[in-house]
């Protein structure tokens, strides 16, 4: 019999979530091309009916690892934004581009990160339409939270909803050499990680 209290709340962790975490996993290892249905069911545990139920295609699974990866990026970043910021940040006033760079570096160095890595350089990501629109999104994510950490005072919005820097072309020029460097130096890392990826999971 199950309790007023076990049938209110946030509900179990479910197939649904077991196959989007397995994905992510997968995406962070081997990428959207190499990555076949059969690897997250397997990885998942989950009955075999399961990824058709809850998805159309390896493509709709794919979007919602990334979405999950995404949300998990602040984590792994660790910079402070917004109001906390004014508490958070050096006598200086904003983060120094090295700190920033630093931060970068741990995001491509974790899952998230590494997930991001592997779609940007896989072909088969790049010709979904829906998969290059999220990746987009996800770097102008990246942009956008290096150049409020680089200048706290840019969270602010205008009465007219507008954010205050005076052009995407000023974000782009204030954040790509930092997030091109991390980009690079993540890709150098990528072989290590995956090797330490598959000694562990020999283990």
């Known amino acids: 019999m199950v309790s007023k209290q076990q049938g209110r709340g946030r509900p179990a962790y479910?197939?649904?979530?077991?196959?989007?975490?397995?994905?992510?996993a997968l995406l962070s290892e081997r990428g959207f091309e190499a990555t076949s249905p059969t690897m997250v069911l397997k990885r998942s545990g989950v009955g075999h009916g399961?990824?058709?139920?809850?998805?159309?295609?390896?493509?709709?699974?794919?979007?919602?690892?990334?979405?999950?990866?995404?949300?998990?990026?602040?984590?792994?970043?660790?910079?402070?934004?917004?109001e906390r910021s004014v508490?958070?940040?050096?006598?200086?006033?904003?983060?120094?581009?090295p700190e920033v760079g630093a931060a970068l570096d741990r995001l491509f160095a974790a899952r998230e990160g590494r997930a991001l890595l592997r779609l940007l350089g896989d072909p088969a990501a790049?010709?979904?339409a829906a998969l290059s629109a999220a990746l987009l999104e996800w770097c102008m994510e990246l942009r956008v939270t290096i150049y409020l950490v680089l200048d706290p005072d840019a969270g602010a919005i205008t009465d007219a909803g507008l954010t205050p820097w005076e052009s995407v072309e000023e974000l782009y020029?204030?954040?790509?050499?930092?997030?091109t460097a991390a980009l690079g130096r993540g890709l150098l890392g990528l072989p290590r990680n995956s090797q330490s990826l598959a000694s562990a999971t020999m283990r």
Do not use: N, Q, W
């Open 50 to 82: 399961s990824l058709y139920h809850y998805f159309e295609g390896k493509e709709s699974l794919a979007l919602a690892a990334v979405e999950y990866l995404r949300a998990r990026m602040g984590m792994v970043l660790d910079l402070p934004l917004g």
């Open 14 to 24: 479910g197939s649904r979530e077991k196959l989007v975490v397995a994905a992510a």
């Open 87 to 97: 508490m958070d940040l050096p006598p200086g006033g904003c983060l120094e581009a």
């Open 126 to 128: 790049a010709a979904s």
């Open 173 to 179: 020029r204030t954040t790509d050499p930092i997030l």
